[in-house]
């Protein structure tokens, strides 16, 4: 999923990609956040997966 | 259309004094690792009265299966360990409104899953350890 950005910032983060593939920006984007911030976050993504799933008469995410 | 609920699921559960533990991914969240998932872990405290607290607030507010995926109420994780066992390795998180929980910590939360050894489990790990390297540089959370 794409980074939070701190209200008033337009732009995700830049990514900073480690050896393993993590990209460190992401993690910084949300360790910025307080932990409710974060459970609001993935609650919005996952929303937004929910509403494209329902648009194409999938079911529920298992 | 169906809503992802975790915060007010939290938040009910706390309100009504349940005392539980959130673990699995949802944990690892609270901690800051940019992950998603679709369930809500808790370990519960096994005793009567709390079973009946936990109870109360599942069947009034229909929360233990939703086209989410399931609010999984947990006895035990990680090889048996229930409540007591795993509460020590907590930290409480503040939410809105001064309520807190208690969140599996997140060095904890990668012993599981390495433990575990489940594909789905190991596959999360680089950035749970990630996370865990990244917040050890940081003040503790604001939250």
Same mark, same amino acid.
Do not use: C, N, W
């Given at each position: 999923m794409s980074g939070p950005s701190p209200a008033g910032e337009s732009r995700p983060p830049e990514p900073d990609v480690d050896a393993n593939g993590v990209d460190r920006a992401q993690i910084r984007?949300?360790?910025? @956040?307080? *932990? +409710?911030?974060?459970?609001?976050?993935? +609650? %919005?993504?996952?929303e937004a997966a929910l509403e494209?799933? %329902?648009l194409n008469g999938t079911g529920p995410i298992r | 259309m169906a809503r992802a609920r975790f915060a007010e699921i939290l938040?009910?559960?706390?309100?009504? #004094?349940? +005392?539980? @533990?959130?673990?699995?991914?949802? !944990?690892?969240?609270?901690?800051?690792? *940019?992950?998603?998932?679709?369930?809500?872990?808790?370990?519960?405290?096994?005793?009567p009265d709390n079973v009946a607290r936990l109870l109360r607030v599942l069947s009034g507010?229909?929360?233990?299966?939703?086209? @989410?995926?399931?609010?999984?109420c947990l006895g035990?994780?990680?090889?048996?360990?229930?409540? #007591? #066992?795993?509460? !020590?390795?907590t930290e409480e998180m503040r939410l809105a409104g001064g309520l807190a929980v208690r969140v599996l910590g997140l060095a904890a939360l990668i012993?599981?899953? %390495? &433990?575990?050894g489940r594909p789905k489990d190991?596959?999360?790990? *680089?950035? @749970? &350890? !990630?996370?865990? #390297? %990244?917040?050890? &540089?940081r003040p503790p959370d604001r939250g």
């Open positions: 984007a949300m360790l910025a @956040l307080t *932990p +409710e911030e974060r459970l609001r976050h993935v +609650e %919005e993504f996952v494209i799933r %329902e | 938040r009910l559960l706390a309100t009504e #004094e349940v +005392e539980f @533990l959130v673990v699995g991914m949802t !944990a690892g969240i609270l901690h800051g690792a *940019p992950v998603t998932t679709v369930d809500l872990d808790v370990v519960h405290r096994r005793t507010h229909q929360i233990l299966t939703t086209s @989410l995926g399931d609010r999984d035990s994780i990680d090889q048996g360990r229930g409540y #007591e #066992e795993l509460v !020590a390795q012993d599981a899953k %390495e &433990r575990s190991l596959a999360a790990l *680089p950035v @749970l &350890r !990630a996370t865990l #390297e %990244e917040k050890s &540089r």
